[in-house]
């Protein structure tokens, strides 16, 4: 049941993914590193190559010696079926590292849900058991699949705090630039008073609202066992592509400290590892 939740909960952080067939273990040399990536979601990517997962994209295609060629897809249901298992590309930068559709790498930074909220609210608001959050008014991500939605709205629902949670779907209106950051600018227009929004997401838009809103780890967790606020993230390409995999561990390696930098750069929440997995 606890592994059931967390396949479900991980994979709303990159929408629903298809399921994936096997890949040739035989490849030639790579020319170039295609990457399947979304056109219109940072902080993690655009069109424009703005996002974090296009500068570590573009890290690991000059440590290989190549350029780097996208396949766009927004990122939502039926991302992998039309990107990866479809050859049109052979790596994508984020997956969650227990994602049993691909072969993963070791994750390469592990993050958490985050509040969301004004730099006035004294003190901030941090433990998902604050009594406060009774009478906030508080926004959520929803994906239109319960069983998918992410913790917090699972977490408000155990507690009985509903008719005070109004929810953004996190796809959005894909006409808009970064359809998940309807969110962040709930807060900072004051419609809701708190967001419970995935890290990544939270803090870069949280530190480029203005005024500044300020990003909390969400806290007081362990009182909900088995629903994981935290996850570890890694590359993911096709089942059976162990030798590419292999070679992307190898420069993640080599690159950690440049990795993690850029993470840092874009506000990232970072989270240590308690094991690294193996692929």
């Keep these: 049941m606890r592994n059931s939740m967390r396949r479900r909960i991980g994979a709303a952080l990159i929408g629903a993914l298809a399921a994936i067939g096997l890949a040739r273990a035989d490849r030639e040399p790579e020319a170039e590193l295609r990457v399947c990536a979304d056109p219109n979601n940072l902080p993690f990517s655009n069109e424009a ?32 079926r039309n990107t990866l298992n479809a050859g049109q590309c052979d790596l ?37 058991l604050d009594p406060r ?13 319960d069983g998918a939605n992410p913790p917090p709205v699972h977490a408000l629902g155990r507690l009985g705090i509903v008719d ?13 630039e970064n359809p998940p950051a309807r969110l962040v600018e709930a807060v900072a227009e004051g419609a809701v008073d708190v967001a419970a929004v995935w890290g990544p997401i939270g803090a870069y838009f949280a530190s480029r609202a203005a005024p500044p809103l300020v990003a909390i ?24 592509d162990t030798e590419f995999r292999d070679r992307i561990q190898a420069v993640l390696d080599r690159r950690r400290d440049h990795i993690r930098a850029v993470l840092i750069e874009y506000d990232v929440p970072l989270v240590a590892e308690h094991e690294e997995v193996e692929p």
């Design 133 to 145: 959050l009774e009478t906030l008014s508080i926004g959520v991500h929803l994906t239109g699949d």
């Design 49 to 80: 190559e703005q996002g974090f997962e296009n500068r570590i994209a573009e890290l690991i295609a000059s440590e290989l010696g190549v350029g780097v060629v996208y396949t766009w897809w927004p990122q939502r249901r039926g991302f992998i």
């Design 92 to 128: 994508v930068i984020g997956v969650p590292a227990e994602d049993e559709l691909v072969a993963t790498t070791r994750p390469y930074y592990r993050s958490t849900y985050v509040f969301v909220q004004p730099a006035g609210l004294e003190p901030p608001v941090a433990s998902i």
């Design 217 to 240: 780890p969400i806290t007081g967790t362990e009182s909900f066992t088995g629903l994981p606020f935290e996850f570890s993230i890694a590359m993911g390409v096709r089942r059976g």
């Design 164 to 176: 005070n949670v109004s929810g953004y779907l996190i796809y959005g209106d894909y006409r808009e």
